[in-house]
């Protein structure tokens, strides 16, 4: 298994949102973290397995799932419900990003198995890698987490 | 084009981003039909003729791969053009499907420019 970076992981999401939906969002500096974390609400998570195991979490605010949606829907961010669409954009991004993330960790030969998305844990342990974007409206965070076990413990 | 298309994916969202970026490849939105499992695609093609799936494979009740192998596998299906639209990274499940009548698989995340010329491109070579 390669390890990933924060770089990477910070990469791999701008790259993300930039081709499924032409959002661009920036990398947020360390002293800004904690303003942004404030904003945060949603969180959807998926599991993989195989070779390894692990998770990789979603985390958004209000703002930034609103206009994720409307840019995947090609709507405005007031034609978007928050509950329903909101939610459906943050777990498919959620899924892709993983597909994504286990590549990196894998290559394409490595047998991966990706579970499906569903609802996420905003609070959990530091270990494996994280970036922190802000776009227009809002502030995401993505964390790739390489063990099952220790989610469950710290939850 | 009066060609059938079949978007199989469990994501409503994603869906309805497919079926924009299908209206642009020319298909009349009469002719875009969705499932959000392999059941649910099986169930709409025993009822509209199906030129092309878009498939995705990562899906509860019935996964992608279960509902092509069910397609294949059933008397004259196999004219329907099968694209797999996924994570999916894995090569040697992806060559695999082939076996069950996938012509072509293209990545998530993917421009909306590359599904629309794949969906051209395939639409094109059946007609």
């Known amino acids: 298994m390669n390890a990933i970076t924060n770089t990477q992981i910070t990469d791999i999401v701008v790259d993300i949102f930039e081709r499924t939906c032409?959002?661009?969002a920036d990398e947020i500096e360390?002293?800004?973290?904690?303003?942004?974390?404030?904003?945060?609400?949603?969180?959807?998570?998926?599991?993989?397995s195989g070779t390894?195991?692990?998770?990789?979490?979603?985390?958004?605010?209000?703002?930034?799932?609103?206009e994720l949606a409307s840019c995947m829907l090609g709507v405005g961010t007031d034609e978007v419900d928050l509950e329903e669409e909101g939610v459906q954009a943050c777990r498919e991004i959620t899924n892709i990003i993983a597909g994504s993330i286990?590549?990196?960790?894998?290559?394409?030969?490595?047998?991966?198995?990706?579970?499906?998305?569903?609802k996420g844990t905003i609070t959990r342990t530091g270990i494996g890698a994280e970036c922190y974007l802000a776009s227009s409206c809002g502030v995401v965070h993505v964390h790739w987490h390489p063990q099952v076990g220790e989610i469950e413990k710290a939850a | 084009m009066t060609c059938n298309v079949l978007i199989v994916d469990d994501s409503p969202i994603l869906r309805k981003a497919i079926t924009k970026v299908v209206k642009l490849a020319g298909i009349d939105e009469d002719h875009i039909h969705e499932a959000g499992n392999g059941q649910e695609a099986l169930e709409i093609i025993d009822m509209v003729w199906i030129d092309l799936v878009l498939l995705d494979l990562n899906m509860p009740v019935m996964d992608g791969e279960e509902f092509a192998k069910a397609l294949h596998e059933r008397d004259d299906m196999d004219r329907v053009e099968i694209v797999i639209v996924s994570t999916e990274s894995n090569q040697d499940r992806l060559d695999r499907m082939k076996q069950y009548g996938v012509v072509e698989s293209l990545r998530k995340p993917f421009e909306p420019e590359d599904l629309c010329k794949l969906i051209s491109r395939t639409l094109g070579v059946k007609t």
């Open chain 1, 52 to 66: 390894h195991e692990g998770e990789i979490f979603v985390d958004a605010s209000d703002g930034f799932l609103q």
């Open chain 1, 22 to 24: 032409f959002l661009i």
């Open chain 1, 30 to 48: 360390n002293d800004d973290i904690a303003h942004f974390q404030s904003q945060i609400k949603w969180s959807s998570k998926i599991k993989y």
């Open chain 1, 102 to 118: 286990i590549l990196s960790i894998g290559g394409d030969h490595d047998e991966y198995k990706l579970g499906l998305p569903e």
